[in-house]
């Protein structure tokens, strides 16, 4: 089984809907946990970190489960610009060395 | 600047040369990142530097990989002896604060193994 698991998607949503992703981990000892946004041919860069109450951010909201291993990103009223790939991230205790998921692909259309 | 900065952006190799990739990461972040980004795939560890200290190389495909940050700032990921396989993205990324797992990626050099 891969260290984290994400569906590549693409998921194809309209303007304004609202979309949600889930990253599935296997390292029972991640502690740090992140959702980053990657467009397309640019360097992927810090959305948010999750915490373990579950955090907000405007539009978006991450989530951590810890008993079934999965983190989530919810992105209420899509907006075009919200089109990229979605890569989750985890680090475990006592090493600061992020590993990454594939990532989701999001396609927001009119 | 002010991110990180990564030369070549593009590189295009015949099988068997050698590439050296530079990374030049933001000012006064101790730590550093090489990460291995394949097509449609997310990216995969490669090696970490704090300063000058390789703490982990673990994620280095062969031994023709190898990195150095000789002055705890540059940073050079040299492959030898390059195979199609090689053919990626690689991602340089810095922090000031690892635990934090924020990571400033530079845009990558693209090298393409013919």
């Known amino acids: 089984r891969k260290e984290v698991e994400q569906d590549p998607g693409p998921f194809n949503v309209p303007e304004g809907a609202t979309v949600a992703f889930n990253c599935t981990y296997s390292?029972?000892?991640?502690?740090?946990f992140f959702w980053y946004r990657q467009d397309c041919r640019k360097e992927p860069k810090l959305l948010m970190s999750?915490?373990?109450s579950g955090n907000e951010d405007g539009r978006f909201t991450a989530q951590l489960n810890r008993a079934s291993q999965y983190i989530s990103l919810l992105i209420r009223d899509s907006k075009l610009s919200d089109s990229a790939t979605y890569l989750c991230?985890?680090?475990?205790?006592?090493?600061?060395?992020?590993?990454f998921g594939r990532g989701t692909s999001l396609i927001v259309h009119p | 600047g002010a991110g990180v900065s990564q030369s070549p952006r593009y590189k295009v190799a015949k099988r068997g040369q050698d590439v050296a990739l530079r990374c030049d990461p933001i000012?006064?972040?101790?730590?550093l990142f090489w990460y291995q980004q394949a097509l449609g795939q997310g990216p995969e560890f490669l090696t970490y530097?704090?300063?000058?200290?390789?703490?982990?190389k673990s994620g280095l495909p062969s031994d023709r990989f190898f990195a150095e940050r000789p002055e705890g700032s540059v940073s050079t990921l040299k492959i030898q002896r390059t195979q199609q396989e090689d053919s990626a993205v690689y991602l340089c990324?810095?922090?000031?604060?690892?635990?934090?797992?924020?990571?400033?990626f530079g845009e990558g050099s693209r090298l393409t193994v013919l």
């Open positions: 530097f704090q300063n000058e200290a390789q703490l982990d």
């Open positions: 999750v915490y373990s």
């Open positions: 000012s006064g972040h101790v730590s």
């Open positions: 390292n029972s000892a991640s502690q740090s």
């Open positions: 990324a810095s922090t000031d604060r690892p635990n934090t797992g924020e990571l400033f």
């Open positions: 991230a985890f680090s475990s205790g006592g090493s600061y060395i992020p590993t």
